[in-house]
């Protein structure tokens, strides 16, 4: 198993928070109508997410699926499930009512499976926290 710096898996939370971040405050205010709203729902996802997106990231690094497109579509799977979970008891809370949650949550599915897999492929070619030999093996696949 390539050795692979846990400042890695760090920048991927980060990028990924910043990104997420932006997805759930804009779908947050279409659906509530209120702006103000879409950014404390956002924010209080961001301690949250990234907690949890960096033991999602730990926990796959540990599993012996080789990296290809069909470990990413899992991979992509499996967060999605954590994270709509988190959306949509978060968006509960904070607005009070169970249906804009859960219409928050289902709306992310979708924009967050597609952003989250290109997400993926393109750390995928990152060299940011890995090692040389494996450096070398990604860009040999990739071109």
Same mark, same amino acid.
């Given at each position: 198993?390539? +050795?692979i710096?846990?400042? $890695?898996?760090?920048?991927?939370? !980060?990028?990924? $928070?910043i ?5 759930t ?6 659906i509530?109508? +209120? ?8 924010? @209080? ?13 730990? =926990?796959? &690094? *540990?599993?012996?699926?080789? *990296? @290809?497109?069909?470990?990413h =579509?899992?991979?992509?799977i499996?967060? $999605? =499930?954590i ?7 978060l @968006?509960w &809370?904070?607005?009070? +009512?169970?249906?804009?949650? =859960?219409? !928050? ?6 924009t967050?499976? !597609? ?5 993926e492929?393109a750390w995928?070619?990152? *060299?940011?926290g890995?090692?040389? @030999?494996? $450096?070398?093996k ?6």
């Amino acid at each position: 198993m390539p +050795n692979i710096s846990h400042k $890695r898996h760090l920048a991927k939370t !980060i990028t990924w $928070r910043i990104v997420g971040t932006i997805d759930t405050f804009v779908l947050s205010w279409l659906i509530s109508g +209120n702006p103000l709203i879409g950014l404390k729902i956002g924010f @209080s996802e961001v301690v949250t997410k990234m907690l949890l997106y960096y033991l999602h990231e730990r =926990i796959w &690094f *540990n599993i012996g699926i080789r *990296n @290809s497109r069909k470990r990413h =579509i899992i991979k992509t799977i499996t967060w $999605r =499930i954590i994270g709509t979970l988190d959306t949509i008891l978060l @968006s509960w &809370f904070i607005t009070g +009512n169970p249906f804009t949650g =859960i219409k !928050i949550g289902l709306a992310e599915v979708i924009t967050k499976m !597609i952003l989250y897999y290109f997400h993926e492929r393109a750390w995928y070619r990152i *060299n940011f926290g890995l090692e040389k @030999s494996e $450096r070398k093996k990604r860009w040999k696949k990739i071109l």
